[in-house]
């Protein structure tokens, strides 16, 4: 019972470096989302993803680029990795029904510091 | 203006008392959703409780509750008979009209105390 996977658990980069972070869910939900969580903060939205080719940008999308080309996977890039992306970056998915009562399932998170 | 405001950065709760942490919500549409995760020293993120926005009675789920005040635009979150596993940081999100994404509050740090 996998849920949300994210991988790698923590990265540390240096600045200008480049690097994608990896998000499979295997509940077959259409919605997926990435976050990033600063110290002491709460979760701010980067990217989401309504369906396999369909993506949309979030509260705070600068610096990231999302592709869903599958229902199960979201990879989150980082192209030119940068200080202030120093945080820990949660995927999450939820289900196509009812909107109401749709949770949203978070992977264990991948922690990452750009140096 | 903050969407969601979680005024209490850090709680403590003796064990087996109960515990109120408070949230209160700003938005425009009539139609949106409130939820409560918990979010332990390993960092995962564990859904708790959820509210609509058009139901009429507060949400329950084992020993949590969602005191929902719509007037008010508040939806504490409400722990009975505490355990020191609920040591965790707690954050209130709201999901609003038709979108499907969350937006969170700066989550409130509860300690439970033996």
């Known amino acids: 019972n996998a849920g949300v996977t994210q991988t790698p658990k923590f990265r540390i980069l240096k600045i200008g470096q480049s690097m994608t972070l990896q998000c499979t869910q295997d509940?077959?939900?259409?919605?997926m989302y990435w976050y990033r969580q600063d110290p002491g903060m709460g979760l701010k939205l980067i990217y989401y993803s309504v369906g396999a080719g369909i993506t949309d940008k979030g509260e705070v999308p600068n610096g990231y680029n999302v592709s869903r080309s599958t229902t199960e996977d979201f990879p989150l890039r980082l192209e030119l990795a940068a200080p202030s992306q120093t945080s820990v970056y949660f995927c999450a998915s939820s289900t196509n029904r009812d909107r109401g009562t749709d949770t949203q399932y978070f992977g264990p998170g991948t922690r990452l510091t750009v140096l | 203006a903050q969407k969601i405001t979680q005024t209490q950065p850090g709680m403590f709760v003796q064990e087996k008392e109960a515990v109120t942490l408070d949230c209160t919500y700003d938005t425009s549409d009539q139609s949106y959703g409130l939820f409560w995760y918990k979010q332990p020293s390993s960092g995962e993120m564990i859904f708790l409780i959820y509210?609509?926005?058009?139901?009429?009675q507060n949400a329950t789920e084992g020993r949590y509750s969602l005191n929902f005040q719509k007037a008010r635009k508040s939806a504490n979150l409400v722990i009975s008979a505490s355990q020191l596993g609920d040591s965790a940081m707690y954050f209130c999100?709201?999901?609003?009209?038709?979108?499907?994404?969350?937006?969170f509050g700066s989550g409130t740090q509860l300690t439970v105390l033996p």
């Open positions: 999100a709201m999901r609003e009209g038709s979108a499907r994404q969350l937006t």
């Open positions: 509210q609509g926005s058009y139901d009429e």
């Open positions: 509940m077959n939900h259409n919605y």
